[in-house]
T-cell receptor, first 113, second 111 residues
Framework: QQPVQSPQAVILREGEDAVINCSSS?????VHWYRQKHGEAPVFLMI?????EQKGHDKISASFNEKKQQSSLYLTASQLSYSGTYFC??????????????FGKGTSLLVTP | EAQVTQNPRYLITVTGKKLTVTCSQN?????MSWYRQDPGLGLRQIYY???????DKGDVPEGYKVSRKEKRNFPLILESPSPNQTSLYFC??????????FGPGTRLTVT
């Protein structure tokens, strides 16, 4: 039930763009995106709810296509601080009031000078 | 300061010796969960709780127990730890359908 992320790893030069994809075989209610620096806890970036709304956070944005059960994270004009591992989390309802959040295996992003 | 705390941060123990990792949040969140993180496997959910006295299994619950007697606390219990439970553990909390706030992590080694 883990969503599948691609690519597994990417190396960029500062200023370049990247796209990280997240797909699920199950119907999705929402998608979360987090970034984790080495040795630290994951930190929230954004959440996308059903409706295909694209959200933005500085130069990082994301889209959610619930029909295709996919989400993509877009990093534009990457900065050194963008380095880390990116996780998508897919949320699906499991009861009237409950939901489960499953994370992908992560995409390792390295931005070099 | 809004935060999720976990204790201990580091723990080395021996096979079979019961242990508890505590998790506490001060944000009045209904939803709490435990994850383990292993290289190449990402974050895998162990257990989650929608509210007090409401808990359910995640993807990898074998060998773990949880309880939610108070809204702020969600301890993770390993009744008889084994070496394959050596991992980095994160507790998280959130409001329904909102971002998860993660604790700092507990690195557990079972020898």
């Amino acid at each position: 039930q883990q969503p599948v992320q691609s690519p597994q790893a990417v190396i960029l030069r500062e200023g370049e763009d990247a796209v990280i994809n997240c797909s699920s075989s199950k119907a999705l209610y929402s998608v979360h995106w987090y970034r984790q620096k080495h040795g630290e806890a994951p930190v929230f970036l954004m959440i996308l709810l059903k409706g295909g709304e694209q959200k933005g956070h500085d130069k990082i944005s994301a889209s959610f296509n619930e029909k295709k059960q996919q989400s993509s994270l877009y990093l534009t004009a990457s900065q050194l601080s963008y380095s880390g591992t990116y996780f998508c989390g897919t949320e699906r309802p499991i009861s009237n009031s409950g939901y489960a959040l499953n994370f992908g295996k992560g995409t390792s992003l390295l931005v070099t000078p | 300061e809004a935060q999720v705390t976990q204790n201990p941060r580091y723990l080395i123990t021996v096979t079979g010796k019961k242990l508890t990792v505590t998790c506490s949040q001060n944000m009045n969140h209904e939803y709490m969960s435990w994850y383990r993180q292993d290289p190449g496997l990402g974050l895998r959910q162990i257990y989650y709780s929608m509210n007090v006295e409401v808990t359910d299994k995640g993807d990898v619950p074998e060998g773990y127990k949880v309880s939610r007697k108070e809204k702020r606390n969600f301890p993770l219990i390993l009744e008889s730890p084994s070496p394959n439970q050596t991992s980095l553990y994160f507790c998280a909390s959130s409001l329904p359908d909102r971002e998860q706030y993660f604790g700092p992590g507990t690195r557990l080694t079972v020898t």
